[in-house]
């Protein structure tokens, strides 16, 4: 994917425009998601491998919620910007949530949450994909 995205990074305009974006979207994200009966626990928890966007509880899973905000589908649908690599890297910061808080033998999944914006800047797209990420031979 060389020129992708990720060619955007060291423009610092674009940089906090993206976690402008981002931030909006975890906020229409988590009240999407309270409206569906979650309980969020925690916004952007981090850890020395990186930063899960929400942490919740549905039932009786712990649920690791990624929320992919995109303004337009120039660059794909937000479902699509799931990479593999960022599958794994969402199953170690899941991972270490867990042990970090004792929680080592609970069920949990990893839910992905596409937020489109229009042009406006408006939620005009709210998509849950539940368990959207499980590791290889099945999760818990």
Known sequence: MAGGS???????VNRAG???LGHFGETVAEAFLQRQG?????RNWRCRQGELDLVGRQGGDWVFIEVRSRR??????AEESITPEKQRRLLRLAE???QAHGL???SWRID??????????RPARVTLLPA???????GK
Request: hydrophobic share 35%; aromatic share 6%; proline share 2%.
């Open 132 to 138: 959207a990420v499980w590791a290889e031979g099945g």
């Open 72 to 77: 337009g589908d120039l660059c794909g649908s």
């Open 6 to 12: 990720g060619s955007h990074q060291g423009n610092p």
């Open 96 to 98: 270490a949530y867990l």
């Open 38 to 42: 979650y309980e969020i626990v925690e």
């Open 18 to 20: 993206r976690r402008r």
């Open 112 to 121: 992905v949450v596409a937020v489109e914006m229009d042009h406006a800047g």
């Open 104 to 106: 080592e033998d609970v």
